[in-house]
């Protein structure tokens, strides 16, 4: 839930948001690659707005975000929660995240050190790609549980078959052995290189197939406009061709049971943490061998 966005002359970080435990995202935007300063700079911005209590956060998004009324009743209402959280949970703890057009090794090591001294710090990368001789921007909607990867390298990815928009999407990438997004939505599955894992969510079903990508992304026609359907080839690992199976799906709310997370899986494609990808295939293994 975003609540605030810099405002000139002021310092402050390029963004605010909460999640659904009230924890404060610290995110900073820089156009050059990840280096030891960045990282500086967005914990000095914790040391700052890490210090608001509920109040001082209202007040913010009053400002920032033109917000009305009581943040914590916009709080509930966003994250669908059964009661408002307490004016005490707010901003009990700060997550730092650093924007920007590449990490470097160096950057990388300095995460993981403050990751091992308790300080909850990531790094997530942008991509300028040049389609047909125009430049796109393309980034992974951030996932708090994801984990910082190398953009250079495979990774774990979940991909929606976009059943709101293509009700029968799902078939023809089951069939063809491939992840896709159409249109104005294709560019989410322009960065996942060859070598990764894919996840297939089906909205409303839940996880449906899982495959490793065979090479990086493919353009072909959809709906009769040349180049508007992006695809990553895959070799399937199972899939559930019938819907009669999908009784073995693994469910957003059996994922987010076991991490304790409130993950809604809407986004075309994201990135998967380890932890993540073991939940759903541990959630798999149990499936089938009931259905066994």
């Not at 990840?34 to 608001?52: K, P, T």
């Not at 990867?149 to 059943?163: D, F, Q, S």
Request: proline letters at 3%; glycine letters at 6%; charged letters at 25%.
């Amino acid at each position: 839930m975003l609540i605030g966005q810099e405002r000139q002359r002021q310092e402050e970080a390029d963004l605010f948001a909460l999640d659904r435990k009230g924890t404060l995202y610290i995110f900073e935007l820089k156009r050059w690659q990840s280096a030891a300063e960045n990282l500086l700079q967005v914990m000095r911005y914790g040391q700052i707005f890490g210090r608001y209590d509920y109040t001082a956060l209202q007040n913010l998004a009053h400002r920032h975000q033109k917000l009305e009324g009581e943040l914590k009743e916009k709080h509930q209402k966003h994250f669908d929660l059964v009661e408002p959280l307490p004016e005490s949970a707010f901003n009990q703890d700060q997550v730092f995240i650093v924007v920007t057009n590449g990490v470097d090794r160096d950057t990388l090591d300095a995460i993981k050190y403050w990751k091992q001294k308790g300080v909850r710090i990531d790094s997530l990368t942008y991509r300028l790609y040049s389609v047909e001789g125009k430049a796109h921007l393309w980034f992974d909607v951030y996932n708090p549980e994801q984990d910082v990867i190398l953009e250079e390298n495979p990774g774990t990815y979940c991909v929606n078959t976009n059943a709101t928009y293509q009700a029968e999407a799902w078939r023809e990438m089951l069939n063809k052995g491939r992840a896709s997004a159409y249109e104005i939505r294709k560019y989410a599955v322009a960065g996942i290189p060859k070598g990764s894992t894919v996840y297939l969510y089906h909205t409303g079903v839940g996880v449906i197939a899982k495959g490793k990508t065979t090479a990086s992304f493919q353009k072909a026609p959809y709906d009769g406009e040349a180049d508007e359907e992006f695809f990553v080839p895959l070799a399937f690992e199972w899939k559930l061709n019938d819907p009669n199976d999908w009784s073995k799906a693994v469910k957003a709310w059996e994922i987010n049971n076991e991490l304790g997370t409130g993950y809604r899986f809407r986004q075309t494609s994201f990135a998967v943490s380890d932890e993540m990808a073991k939940t759903i295939d541990a959630i798999r293994a149990k499936k089938i061998t009931v259905h066994s």
